[in-house]
Structures are given as C-alpha cells and as structure tokens.
T-cell receptor, first 113, second 118 residues
Framework: KQEVTQIPAALSVPEGENLVLNCSFT??????LQWFRQDPGKGLTSLLL?????REQTSGRLNASLDKSSGRSTLYIAASQPGDSATYLC????????????FGKGTLLTVNP | ETGVTQTPRHLVMGMTNKKSLKCEQH?????MYWYKQSAKKPLELMFV???????ENNSVPSRFSPECPNSSHLFLHLHTLQPEDSALYLC?????????????????FGQGTRLTVV
C-alpha cells in the first residue's frame, strides 16, 4: 500500500527566503505526482504535475522535482511571499491499473512579512 | 476558480437530518470524485464516477449515498450522520479516470463543503 509522507508538517519562514518542501513515498510504481496548494477551509489548487518519466516541472517561482528511485519529490519555492502561506499537499497517482490519488498530510507553510 | 463548483459551502445538520451536497463542473471532464478531509488526516477518496458509472467505493458507510445524473453533476446524499462525519467534503473532476491512450489525468478540485454534524 502506497504511503506518502510530507516533512516538515509545518514551516515558518521570513519573507524572501527560498524554501524546500519534501514529499516521500514508499512505492515507486507511480504514474504521476501532483503538488497542490490549499488555503484554510478551501479546496485544492493544482500547482504542478510531474509525469513519472519526467524529472522536474517549473511554474514561475515554483519548481518541483521527482526522483522515483529514491521515492522523493521536492517543491522549491523561490523568494517566498506572505501570499504563499498555505498548506501544500503532494499526491501520487498509482501505476498500473491503480488510478487513484494517494495524498500526504501536507506541510503548513507560513511566510512572515 | 478551478471550474468545479460545490454547494453549499457550509452545512450544519443534526444526526436525524437528510441533506445533499452538490458538485458541478463544466470542464468537459468525464470523471468526478468525492473526497473527505478530516483534521490531521490525508484526503480520503470516497467515490469515483467515470462516464456517470460508479467505479470506486472505498468502503464508505451507506449513510453516504452518491448520485451522478450526468457527467457534469455529482451529488452526495447524507442521512443519519454521526458527529465523526464532520469534515470538509471535496469534489474533484478529471478528464478520465484511468489512462486511455496515456492521457494525463490532472485533477481539479472544488472549494469544498464544510460539514458539521451536531
């Protein structure tokens, strides 16, 4: 059974800092990995999707990497801003005939002005 | 806005009530999902509908009853709920469930319904 772990559970940084959020998974047989953002009490917004054949994806100040062999993904946020404060979730779509998304518990990021 | 709309945004109901959650998408997607998000737990997949047919039921209690009348609308009918059912219920959609012809199945989520059972 796939297990997804996100460390740290919470992170507080000053504005302007570059930071890395981590996601690890136990089963490397994945099809893709998505990073989502969730504001308090709200739904999820998709940030980046990495196919299993890819190593990284970039969107603006965000860069996500994927290393299937080590079971790890990172989300790099450059020049953090208070508006980046949210919970960041990673989710994996299984390989083979397992199409379901398995989510981590998320990292709560607070960027202080 | 993700293109997936959920109503109501907040709902308080007694354990003997019957209520329904609604989800709507006009993204041209064929798969729709219900997820439950409880405090300090990962999102839990409840149901999947693909082309209006239920393809997944993750051992969800029968007090939760989904309905998918067409590919654009999804309902979750609630009756005789328990306080531990209080959670954020999220609807999502994707182009397909499964990977016909290797299509990417990026998921789009609604804003959720915050349900409180008293």
């Amino acid at each position: 059974k796939q297990e997804v772990t996100q460390i740290p559970a919470a992170l507080s940084v000053p504005e302007g800092e570059n930071l890395v959020l981590n996601c690890s998974f136990t089963d490397s047989a994945i099809y893709n990995l998505q990073w989502f953002r969730q504001d308090p009490g709200k739904g999820l917004t998709s940030l980046l999707l990495i196919q299993s054949s890819q190593r990284e994806q970039t969107s603006g100040r965000l860069n996500a990497s994927l290393d299937k062999s080590s079971g790890r993904s990172t989300l790099y946020i450059a020049a953090s801003q208070p508006g980046d404060s949210a919970t960041y979730l990673c989710a994996l779509e299984g390989g083979g005939s397992n199409y379901k998304l398995t989510f981590g518990k998320g990292t709560l990021l607070t960027v202080n002005p | 806005e993700t293109g997936v709309t959920q109503t109501p945004r907040h709902l308080v109901m007694g354990m003997t009530n019957k209520k329904s959650l609604k989800c709507e998408q006009h993204l041209g997607h064929n798969a729709m999902y219900w997820y439950k998000q409880s405090a300090k737990k990962p999102l839990e997949l409840m149901f999947v509908y693909n082309f209006k047919e239920q393809t997944e039921n993750n051992s969800v209690p029968s007090r939760f009853s989904p309905e998918c009348p067409n590919s654009s609308h999804l309902f979750l009918h609630l009756h005789t709920l328990q306080p531990e059912d209080s959670a954020l219920y999220l609807c999502a959609s994707s182009l397909f469930f499964g990977r016909p012809e290797g299509e990417t199945t990026e998921a789009f989520f609604g804003q959720g319904t915050r349900l409180t059972v008293v």
